[in-house]
């Protein structure tokens, strides 16, 4: 069984560390990435991180991951309110997701509050900032020993 994670990121998130960093945090998505790589080779693990404002992009990657990764570690950013395709792409793979927000979405606006993405999730992690990916990788890496 393969013991690499795929970390995907949706739209705008590339602009991390400018884009409303009281809401966000400083890191940039760069800095987010490193602090994954990290996480996952402390657990014995490989890592895939990309980013894309396309949807369907995002849509091919997600497709590709099966067979080829152990899971998928999630921060579909705006989509997680807006696509149902991401949703059925997810289910489809049968893989493992984490879905992951830096901000708590419960305390923002309204449409924020629904996720398409949730119901077919292993765990949620929001508000917990950068730090929601580290968290992201270590529960893979326990369901990885299980």
């Not at 152990?70 to 949703?87: C, D, F, K, L």
Request: hydrophobic share 45%.
């Amino acid at each position: 069984m393969t013991r690499t994670l795929l970390v995907l990121n949706g739209p705008n998130l590339n602009l991390l560390g400018t884009r409303e960093p009281a809401t966000y945090g400083h890191e940039t998505l760069a800095d987010i990435e490193a602090l994954c790589q990290r996480s996952a080779a402390e657990h014995g693990l490989a890592l895939e991180f990309r980013q894309t404002n396309h949807e369907g992009e995002l849509l091919d990657w997600i497709h590709q991951a099966r067979g080829r990764h152990a899971g998928i570690v999630i921060n579909p950013a705006a989509w997680t309110h807006t696509s149902v395709a991401i949703r059925d792409a997810l289910a489809a793979v049968e893989l493992p997701v984490i879905e992951v927000h830096l901000s708590n979405v419960h305390k923002r606006e309204e449409f924020r509050h629904h996720s398409f993405v949730s119901a077919i999730a292993v765990g949620v992690l929001a508000g917990f900032g950068a730090h929601g990916y580290r968290l992201a990788i270590e529960h893979f890496a326990h369901l990885l020993k299980a």
